[in-house]
């Protein structure tokens, strides 16, 4: 069945420091999104992905899809610390079922 | 209400209990989702329903049963706990099934399995 990875699991930064995560699927996919989730929260949609090499901002945040449409990432500059969270990739494939499948998600966590 | 809600907050329960996790939603969408979140492996599916009157399985569906009577309520059963479903279980809609719908959660519900 279709994966979904991400990496790292978990990165501690200093405040200021900038953050990546990377997102990587076993198959094409056709969209690709993001959420974060705040400690003790639930997640919340962030942004989506949809074009090979398609290339989103939303303030400090920066979002790509690759041109294979197989992987994504999320860059954050210059980390604050309400950036706390974890952030999960989501994606489908074109199959009758189109469920989203979540990748395990990338733990931030900020020093201020 | 506004969004999703989830009941009750949180539980704990005796193994071999049934138990029913609520999940209401007042946006109209078509389509909800269960998922259950455990440190390390992310969301993973249980069912969901593209529309009220049917369901289907997720990931991972055993020991698990779900109802879509009507388009609002989409409630969670587990006919006999085990501790290995321990977690925290997030309801979730989209307006349609479409796999470029955003997916509203609720708070969740934290469930311990003794």
């Known amino acids: 069945g279709q994966q979904v990875m991400q990496i790292p699991q978990y990165q501690h930064v200093q405040e200021g420091e900038d953050f990546t995560t990377y997102c990587n699927s076993s198959?094409?996919?056709?969209?690709i999104q993001w959420y974060k989730q705040r400690p003790g929260g639930h997640p919340v949609f962030l942004i989506q992905l949809v074009k090979s090499g398609e290339v989103k901002k939303q303030k400090r945040l920066t979002f790509q899809f690759g041109e294979a449409k197989k992987n994504s990432s999320l860059h954050i500059t210059a980390t604050q610390t309400t950036d706390v969270g974890t952030y999960f990739c989501a994606g489908s494939v074109d199959t009758g079922r189109r469920a989203l499948t979540f990748g395990s998600g990338t733990r931030l966590q900020v020093q201020p | 209400i506004a969004g999703i809600t989830q009941a009750p907050t949180s539980q704990i329960l005796a193994a071999g209990r049934r138990m029913t996790l609520r999940c209401t939603q007042d946006m109209r969408h078509n389509a909800m989702y269960w998922y259950r979140q455990d440190l390390g492996l992310g969301l993973r599916l249980i069912h969901y329903s593209n529309t009220a009157g049917t369901t289907g399985k997720g990931e991972v569906p055993d020991g698990y049963s779900v109802s879509r009577a009507n388009t609002d309520d989409f409630p969670l059963t587990l006919a006999s706990a085990v501790p290995s479903q321990t977690s925290v279980y997030f309801c979730a809609s989209s307006p349609t099934q479409g796999p470029t719908d955003t997916q509203y959660f609720g708070p969740g519900t934290r469930l311990t399995v003794l």
């Open positions: 198959t094409t996919l056709s969209n």
